[in-house]
T-cell receptor, first 113, second 111 residues
Framework: ETGVTQTPRHLVMGMTNKKSLKCEQH?????MYWYKQSAKKPLELMFV???????ENNSVPSRFSPECPNSSHLFLHLHTLQPEDSALYLC????????????FGSGTQLSVL | QQPVQSPQAVILREGEDAVINCSSS?????VHWYRQKHGEAPVFLMI?????EQKGHDKISASFNEKKQQSSLYLTASQLSYSGTYFC????????????FGTGTRLTVIP
């Protein structure tokens, strides 16, 4: 148990669906992150939130929409995804936003059909 | 911008040693090491800051040569529990708040 919980663990969706990924951290951290992990590719940083403000958006397509309603919760809203968006989506948190020790969740394995 | 890791995969027998390398084309501020077991979350191992420091974590240690922009992870007397994929992440000296990860090294320890 790393203190970061992601739901669902697995998700299959069609290209016209709308779904959301949820992340919750119980560590009292101030920064939260979304990463994408594709097979044989490096972990890619998507979004960074610090104290509920988005501080980083790495040229992610608008079909991915993050939301951070409070410092413990982070969502990733998905709509009109493409098959190449199939990947493991990892949430992480850290005490500050200096990219120090990251605590990762177990991820949501997403398949887009 | 992503660091390059080598080797991509390695198989060890219990008790053997291994070295995993991570190199970058950019001047680095810090190097971060994580391990991910299959189906699990990546777990933090250590951070090395510029200054050529070397850190240890049980029988896993690492060094950081900032002049060469390289880091190496040393696994000594490997145990079955060391199996997993090891990732290095690098923060460069531009101040950009983006930890770039390598593609990982898959380590398998067999009895």
């Amino acid at each position: 148990e790393t203190g970061v919980t992601q739901t669902p663990r697995h998700l299959v969706m069609g290209m016209t669906n709308k779904k959301s990924l949820k992340c919750e951290q119980h560590l009292g951290h101030n920064a939260m992150y979304w990463y994408k992990q594709s097979a044989k590719k490096p972990l890619e940083l998507m979004f960074v939130y610090s104290l509920e403000e988005r501080v980083e958006n790495n040229s992610v397509p608008s079909r991915f929409s993050p939301e951070c309603p409070n410092s413990s919760h982070l969502f990733l809203h998905l709509h009109t995804l493409q098959p190449e968006d199939s990947a493991l989506y990892l949430c992480a948190s850290s005490q500050g936003r200096g990219m120090e020790k990251l605590f990762f969740g177990s991820g949501t394995q997403l398949s887009v059909l | 911008q992503q660091p390059v890791q080598s080797p991509q995969a390695v198989i060890l027998r219990e008790g053997e040693d291994a070295v995993i390398n991570c190199s970058s084309s950019k001047a680095l501020y810090s190097v971060h090491w994580y391990r991910q077991k299959h189906g699990e979350a990546p777990v933090f191992l250590m951070i090395l800051l510029k200054g050529g420091e070397q850190k240890g974590h049980d029988k896993i240690s690492a060094s950081f040569n900032e002049k060469k922009q390289q880091s190496s992870l040393y696994l000594t007397a490997s145990q079955l529990s060391y199996s997993g994929t090891y990732f290095c992440g690098t923060l460069d000296q531009t101040g950009a708040n983006n930890l770039f990860f390598g593609t990982g090294t898959r380590l398998t320890v067999i009895p």
